[in-house]
């Protein structure tokens, strides 16, 4: 059993006002890489900046980051890395600022371009330190050491990986998830969730990752309706990131599922944001899986307190109490609701994009399970 965590990792309000005192035994100059205008309009660059101007770290910032980062993009990041002569990246922002930050402090020293590593080429010597404070609670990539990129000349959406992309410090500070609109707040909050269930019921997790997962989820079932209903409520963010938290260090030592396969394919295609793609499969991989997986989802009924619900069958329970949160959550739970065609829906089933999400899951999928899946999404 192998568990990798960053080496340090900073959690509580106002932490990131702290951050050049962090930063200053790890370098001296400094990419912030940021997306195209969240981080500006919310202050939370504002508040790094002057945290390391106080401790006199020299940075410069690259606010090209678009919500599905591209090969094109990090090539643009590798170079200022190099013109720059970096030793250190900073992420300042969600899911795909993190990713795109994590891939170019990986590969700086490795090339001049990602597209050898996207195609598989193994990644051998460590970049520069990576720090991540995420402006959003629920993708994880804090935690991971994968990057979700998209080529765009292909359309192929995947993840390049390497345990050379490990942060070296993340800070998470709930203060930085206060601008986010409920929205968004739901749609990154649900994600957090679904990769804890799919943590907690993978092949590969552990009974460290059981231990982080329950209380994962415990966190995010009663927190995020509220911080959905009550944003500004600095308890509720809390608790938010708190259970993202526990739910990216589990993912990313156990694995996410067919959930996060099969939204890889579907969520680009129709333009349906990551988070309400999963929130529309994850149901039905409930009940698709719910005859080998039983006994825990047994378990998470029992700590979320619904295990007496009268249907005698622990997935179709856990599947109707997860549709029901959607609607306390104000998202979609049927990819017909976003206007997508049935036939368009399945045509993204080619089995030359079918990830190893999808095919380790506990219940093999055979072709006509993957119909039938969609169908009931749909």
């Not at 390391?52 to 090539?75: A, G, H, K, M, N």
């Not at 209380?215 to 009550?230: N, R, S």
């Not at 007496?308 to 599947?319: C, F, I, Q, S, V």
């Amino acid at each position: 059993m192998v568990f990798r965590l960053p080496r340090e990792i900073f959690f509580g309000t106002n932490q990131g006002n702290d951050i050049g005192k962090l930063l200053v035994n790890i370098g001296e100059r400094a990419i912030i890489v940021i997306g195209r205008k969240s981080a500006k309009e919310s202050g939370a660059l504002d508040i790094v900046i002057q945290s390391l101007d106080r401790s006199r770290v020299v940075y410069t910032i690259f606010d090209q980051v678009e919500p599905e980062p591209s090969l094109d993009t990090v090539d643009q990041g590798l170079k200022l890395a190099s013109d720059f002569h970096c030793d250190m990246i900073i992420s300042l922002g969600g899911g795909s600022v993190l990713d795109c930050g994590k891939v170019i402090a990986g590969l700086v020293g490795n090339g001049k371009t990602i597209r050898p590593f996207f195609e598989g080429a193994p990644i051998t010597k460590a970049g520069v330190p990576w720090i991540a404070l995420p402006t959003t609670a629920g993708t994880g990539s804090e935690m991971t050491s994968n990057s979700v990129l998209t080529d765009i000349d292909t359309g192929i959406k995947k993840s390049v990986r390497s345990p050379l992309f490990i942060a070296r410090l993340v800070i998470i500070d709930p203060i930085f998830t206060l601008s986010m609109s409920p929205y968004l707040t739901a749609v990154s909050g649900i994600d957090a969730l679904i990769q804890a269930i799919e943590a907690y019921t993978s092949p590969h997790s552990t009974l460290i990752t059981d231990v982080l997962v329950l209380e994962a989820i415990e966190l995010l079932w009663k927190y995020l309706p509220m911080a959905v209903q009550d944003g500004e409520n600095l308890l509720n963010r809390e608790q938010v990131a708190k259970g993202s938290m526990l739910s990216a260090m589990a993912f990313a030592n156990s694995s996410s599922g067919p959930v996060h396969g099969f939204s890889h394919l579907i969520g680009p295609k129709f333009s349906i944001s990551h988070g309400e793609t999963c929130a529309v499969l994850m149901p039905q991989v409930i009940r698709f899986n719910r005859e080998v997986l039983c006994k825990k989802y047994l378990q998470i009924l029992d700590k979320l307190g619904l295990k007496d619900t009268g249907k005698n069958n622990p997935g179709e329970d856990l599947a109707v109490a997860f549709e029901n949160f959607l609607d306390q959550i104000h998202l979609r739970k049927r990819f017909k609701d976003f206007h997508v065609p049935l036939e368009k829906l399945l045509s993204v089933l080619n089995i030359k994009n079918i990830g190893k999400n999808i095919t380790e899951n506990p219940r093999p999928f055979q072709p006509s399970d993957m119909i039938e899946l969609l169908k009931s999404s749909w």
